[in-house]
């Protein structure tokens, strides 16, 4: 009923920069927390960064300073803007997100993405 589609992710050079874009869709009547997790080949998930719907973020101290995260209430959608990428951002990034669906009764539930690959090679 909930569906997270990610996009964004790719190839970039160390110093560069991406935008990742996560848009919830479905029978949502709410959307509390949203975030970026992220999992490097063979290391467990780790957190990124969240923002609630009034605004308030949180991020790992590895990105603070060149990430940013922001979200649209209207179109139900997070951004993760990413600047100064280092090889060991290299991951793949999942959209995670704290929604209320109507099913008709309301049901709070934690959703995540698929994920998009992020890699940061010369």
């Known amino acids: 009923q909930v569906q997270l589609a990610e996009s964004g992710g790719g190839l970039v050079q160390p110093g560069g920069s991406l935008r990742l874009s996560c848009a919830a869709s479905?029978?949502?009547?709410?959307?509390?927390?949203m975030g970026w997790y992220r999992q490097a080949p063979g290391k467990q998930r780790e957190l990124v960064a969240t923002i609630t719907s009034g605004g308030s973020t949180n991020y790992a101290d590895s990105v603070k300073g060149r990430f940013a995260i922001s979200r649209d209430n209207g179109k139900k959608t997070v951004y993760l803007q990413m600047i100064s990428l280092k090889p060991e951002d290299t991951a793949v990034y999942y959209c995670?997100?704290?929604?209320?669906?109507?099913?008709?009764?309301?049901?709070?539930?934690?959703?995540w993405g698929q994920g998009t690959q992020v890699t940061v090679s010369s």
């Open positions: 995670n997100a704290d929604i209320v669906v109507l099913t008709p009764t309301p049901i709070r539930n934690d959703y």
């Open positions: 479905g029978s949502i009547f709410s959307i509390y927390v």
